[in-house]
């Protein structure tokens, strides 16, 4: 049975574990220094096309290799194993690899999730995220096929979710246009190399499996990507949202609320069996469709004071400005509180949502 980390019990451990070092070498007590993550924008016009062909390939297998977590919410529950000499030691669970379809497969490992479509010659997948996760993917769709993969579909461009592409070399690169302004910036990480771009929507035809491509507008980032194969029922998006958890308020600066609220209800409209996101190892329509819910009812809560507040200024817009430092502190969703990292980040969900819908931020 597959267990969750929770990032802040790995961060209690690890802060532990460091403390105990420090004092039994020199004596001293330790200062924490935390980290925070980067941020893009966008960019100028594209080209698009389509991809190759061919079919299928057997199901899937399993297989182990650990390191550290990468960005967003609600993680998996740890792994503890006694330690004789300190506190508990962490394994990262192995990765998995679950068949949704003939031939069309969800990698999770290293919590983040790609999407693996083997045809008889080719593979495509996404999101590599970085060289060592990279490896890990490549392993295990070898298990699949001896197909190389040959195209990879950005979900986006978060440096936590692009790096890895030389890992295949014989793999075009495809994202949304708006990536290219953040990866000129070359701020952090492995940015990739983009072969191809698309402007609105792209399919790309694997064997006889089609792969759409579809932007709605900005979500999480500027270059949102929404992957969808209408035949199989499956759409895969990547830091929309999380099972029953608050996207935490470190990694909301760069979403725009009123955006992915949009593109969640588009999708949510689509024939759907599965739906892969980004940081869970679920496909649960369960966890889409609360989401749904969620970004729904903070939007019509948010709109709701704004409109009075403007109406109370006799139709003047800069009503609203007092919601900036008031409403965060006195709106409540009570209906959400169980969820992860409420208590935490509702505040900031607010903020987001009103500057979403006071100028489309």
């Known amino acids: 049975m597959t267990t969750i980390i929770k990032p802040a019990l790995i961060a209690r451990c690890a802060a532990m574990l460091c403390l105990s070092l420090l004092l039994s070498a020199c004596g001293s007590d330790p200062a924490p220094t935390p980290t925070t993550a980067p941020a893009p924008t966008t960019a100028p016009p594209p080209t698009a096309t389509t991809a190759p062909a061919p079919t299928t390939a057997p ?3 399993t297989a182990p290799p650990p390191t550290t977590p990468p960005e967003p919410t609600a ?3 740890p792994t503890q194993e006694a330690a004789s000499d300190g506190p508990p030691a962490f394994q990262m669970p192995p990765p998995t690899m679950t068949m949704l379809a003939d031939g069309v497969y969800h990698y999770f490992g290293f ?3 790609s999407l693996v479509v083997v045809a008889n010659d080719q593979v495509l997948t996404t999101d590599p995220s970085n060289p060592m996760r990279a490896q890990s993917l490549k392993d295990e769709i070898a298990k699949l096929t001896d197909a190389p993969v040959t195209t990879i579909a950005l979900t986006h461009e978060h440096y936590d979710h692009v790096g890895g592409t ?3 070399p014989d793999a075009k690169v495809v994202c949304q246009w708006n990536c290219t302004a953040a990866f000129a910036l070359t701020a952090l990480g492995d940015v990739p190399e983009v072969d191809e771009t698309f402007d609105d929507f792209m399919e790309i035809a694997v064997g006889d499996k089609r792969v759409q491509l579809h932007y709605l507008g900005p979500g999480d ?3 949102t990507t929404i992957i969808y194969m209408p035949e199989e029922q499956i759409v895969v998006t990547s830091d929309m949202y999380e099972p029953r958890a608050l996207t935490h308020k470190n990694w909301v600066d760069d979403k725009n609320f009123v955006g992915t609220r949009r593109i969640l209800n588009t999708i949510n409209g689509w024939n759907l069996k599965h739906a892969i996101n980004a940081h869970s190892p679920g496909t649960d329509l369960v966890d889409l469709r609360e989401n749904v819910e969620y970004y729904n009812d903070l939007y019509d809560a948010v709109r709701a004071a ?9 139709g ?3 009503g609203a400005y007092g919601l900036f430092d008031t409403l965060p502190g006195t709106l409540q969703l009570d209906k959400y ?3 992860d990292n409420y208590d935490t980040s509702f505040p900031r969900h607010i903020q987001r949502m009103l500057l979403g819908i006071y100028h489309g931020d």
């Not at 704004?306 to 006799?314: L, S, T």
């Open 59 to 61: 199901p899937p297998t």
């Open 75 to 77: 993680m998996p529950e």
């Open 111 to 113: 919590f983040t999730s």
């Open 166 to 168: 030389g890992v295949f």
């Open 221 to 223: 980032g500027d270059a």
């Open 306 to 314: 704004v409109d009075e507040a403007i109406a109370q200024a006799g």
């Open 316 to 318: 003047a817009s800069f």
């Open 337 to 339: 509180k169980d969820w």
